[in-house]
């Protein structure tokens, strides 16, 4: 994926919370993203083993870096 396709996906997200360079969003079983997002996040969680205990995603809106954050009493 190029940087120009991942700011497009990222346009089309139309909930969560920028911060500066940054977008960030709530991981549970209802969250859906239009491809090409949805096979590039379910393949670094499949690749990375990633437990759902790592519920926040920080999508990088300058490049493309994605993170998943641990916050165990978001709610």
Known sequence: ?????YQAALSQIGFGK???T???LYRDEELKFAEPMRSRLARV???LQVPAE???I???TDE???S??????FF
């Open 45 to 47: 969680v499949e690749d």
């Open 58 to 60: 920080k999508l990088r």
């Open 22 to 24: 940054s977008l960030y």
């Open 68 to 73: 998943l954050m641990s916050y165990p009493e």
């Open 18 to 20: 920028k911060v500066q």
């Open 54 to 56: 790592f519920n926040v």
């Open 1 to 5: 994926m190029k940087l120009c396709e």
């Open 64 to 66: 493309l870096k994605i």
